[in-house]
């Protein structure tokens, strides 16, 4: 049993299983606190009324065991008398050890006809207070099952305009990066300064490798290095241990992503555009925008993404030779008060484009990596290829 507090998101209260630990051991049961503990109390009852129960069924049993038509002597007698009334297991130690001891030497085999009764009272009274104790136990501990109503992808409907689309997209996105950079603040600290919300994901943090000569994700025309980019592959994510995405093995995957940045050469892609008459416009030329219209001249198998680093209004007090940030201009500014002038160092151009390209990759872990794998494809088309390595519906639905 699982109990639950305060959460920001939606937690399923019920029954469920938790695959961590397989079908038996990860049966769970997860209620608001105030159920939980009022279970826990009922528990502790419970076991305070079977552990007297069971008492007394021994006892009877002993009690007909022992009955004879025989004359018998005393001490046969006053045991029958302790099983017909049967107190309790720990009173009931006390009783038969101060007979064991009244009648040590006295009658014949005391020894052999108490002892299997004293071994019992204390066995069940020891584990009566076992069973008590640790009837708390049973909220074994605080992993719960988040509902996830609101996950997957924000989709446009049949009928909506792009603007209600957009009114509803951008606000979502919006909250999602908020939410993302304050996660970054308070848990990418060591661990002395992680606060209690750090702990939502199943991994506080995701590894990948970073490769800084990585070779240029378009034609080497179109990059500033042929070999001098960035690389940032994720590796081989598990939906189960990494994602938290709770789910029996045959339904599980892994997910790799491989983004590949790099600077764009700018000689021959830029133009002087007239806005206004005060100041001079660049206009940077790659391509028509895949938002407006559907027009392309090559497919590639991945995703590609532009960035523009915006260089008006950004100083450095040193040089930097920088791919990207390019601030190799030496300018002379003057301070608000206008009194002195300071050395600074502008960049070359109006902006610094970036190139982006991502590759994603699924894989069945319950087939080999040959045959349970696809290939590095971009986001339209690697769902419809991963699809085809299940053949469960629900491991297709968890896909979709």
Same mark, same amino acid.
């Given at each position: 049993?699982?109990?639950?507090?305060?959460?920001?998101?939606?937690?399923?209260?019920?029954?469920?299983?938790?695959?961590?630990?397989?079908?038996?051991?990860?049966?769970?049961?997860?209620?608001?606190?105030?159920?939980?503990?009022?279970?826990?109390?009922?528990?502790?009852?419970?076991?305070?009324?079977?552990?007297?129960?069971?008492?007394?069924?021994?006892?009877?049993?002993?009690?007909?065991?022992?009955?004879?038509?025989?004359?018998?002597?005393?001490?046969?007698?006053?045991?029958?008398?302790?099983?017909?009334?049967?107190?309790?297991?720990?009173?009931?130690?006390?009783?038969?050890?101060?007979?064991?001891?009244?009648?040590?030497?006295?009658?014949?085999?005391?020894?052999?006809?108490?002892?299997?009764?004293?071994?019992?009272?204390?066995?069940?009274?020891?584990?009566?207070?076992?069973?008590? %104790? *640790?009837? +708390?136990? $049973?909220?074994?501990?605080?992993?719960?099952?988040?509902? @996830?109503?609101?996950? /997957?992808?924000?989709?446009?409907?049949?009928?909506?305009?792009?603007?209600?689309?957009?009114?509803?997209?951008?606000?979502?996105?919006?909250?999602?990066?908020?939410?993302?950079?304050?996660?970054?603040?308070?848990?990418?600290?060591?661990?002395?300064?992680?606060?209690?919300?750090?702990?939502?994901?199943?991994?506080?943090?995701?590894?990948?490798?970073?490769?800084?000569?990585?070779?240029?994700?378009?034609?080497?025309?179109?990059?500033?290095?042929?070999?001098?980019?960035?690389?940032?592959?994720?590796?081989?994510?598990?939906?189960?241990?990494?994602?938290?995405?709770?789910?029996?093995?045959?339904?599980?995957?892994?997910?790799?992503?491989?983004?590949?940045?790099?600077?764009?050469?700018?000689? %021959? *892609?830029? +133009?002087? $555009?007239?806005?206004?008459?005060?100041?001079?416009?660049? @206009?940077?030329?790659? /391509?028509?925008?895949?938002?407006?219209?559907?027009?392309?001249?090559?497919?590639?198998?991945?995703?590609?993404?532009?960035?523009?680093?915006?260089?008006?209004?950004?100083?450095?007090?040193?040089?930097?030779?920088?791919?990207?940030?390019?601030?190799?201009?030496?300018?002379?500014?003057?301070?608000?008060?206008?009194?002195?002038?300071?050395?600074?160092?502008?960049?070359?151009?109006?902006?610094?484009?970036?190139?982006?390209?991502?590759?994603?990759?699924?894989?069945?872990?319950?087939?080999?990596?040959?045959?349970?794998?696809?290939?590095?494809?971009?986001?339209?088309?690697?769902?419809?290829?991963?699809?085809?390595?299940?053949?469960?519906?629900?491991?297709?639905?968890?896909?979709?």
């Amino acid at each position: 049993m699982a109990s639950m507090t305060s959460h920001a998101y939606p937690v399923y209260t019920g029954t469920w299983t938790n695959w961590s630990r397989g079908s038996v051991l990860g049966a769970r049961l997860t209620l608001t606190d105030d159920n939980a503990n009022l279970l826990i109390a009922f528990f502790a009852f419970y076991i305070t009324l079977v552990t007297s129960r069971l008492w007394a069924i021994a006892c009877f049993v002993f009690h007909r065991s022992y009955s004879s038509p025989n004359p018998q002597d005393t001490l046969h007698h006053q045991r029958q008398v302790f099983l017909r009334t049967n107190p309790e297991p720990a009173s009931g130690f006390l009783s038969l050890f101060e007979l064991l001891f009244a009648w040590r030497g006295k009658a014949r085999r005391v020894y052999r006809r108490l002892l299997p009764l004293i071994t019992l009272a204390v066995l069940l009274a020891v584990g009566f207070a076992f069973a008590t %104790g *640790y009837s +708390s136990r $049973v909220a074994v501990d605080h992993e719960v099952l988040l509902i @996830g109503s609101g996950c /997957g992808i924000v989709e446009s409907q049949v009928g909506r305009s792009i603007e209600e689309f957009d009114s509803v997209l951008y606000p979502s996105v919006a909250s999602e990066v908020e939410t993302a950079a304050n996660y970054a603040q308070q848990c990418y600290q060591p661990s002395s300064f992680a606060t209690l919300s750090c702990d939502t994901l199943v991994q506080t943090s995701l590894n990948s490798t970073v490769d800084l000569n990585a070779p240029c994700p378009f034609d080497n025309s179109l990059c500033r290095h042929k070999d001098a980019n960035i690389e940032l592959d994720t590796g081989f994510l598990d939906s189960h241990e990494d994602f938290g995405i709770n789910a029996p093995s045959s339904e599980r995957f892994k997910y790799r992503k491989v983004v590949q940045c790099a600077p764009l050469a700018t000689d %021959g *892609y830029t +133009s002087k $555009v007239n806005i206004s008459d005060d100041r001079p416009y660049t @206009g940077y030329h790659y /391509g028509n925008s895949t938002v407006r219209d559907f027009n392309y001249t090559y497919g590639y198998s991945n995703d590609k993404v532009w960035e523009q680093y915006r260089a008006n209004g950004i100083i450095f007090v040193e040089s930097s030779p920088d791919s990207w940030y390019q601030a190799t201009v030496l300018v002379n500014a003057t301070s608000r008060a206008g009194t002195e002038t300071v050395p600074v160092y502008i960049q070359a151009e109006a902006a610094s484009p970036l190139g982006c390209t991502e590759q994603h990759q699924i894989c069945n872990p319950n087939l080999s990596q040959e045959q349970g794998c696809t290939p590095l494809r971009g986001t339209l088309d690697i769902i419809d290829i991963a699809l085809a390595l299940y053949e469960d519906e629900s491991a297709q639905t968890r896909l979709e």
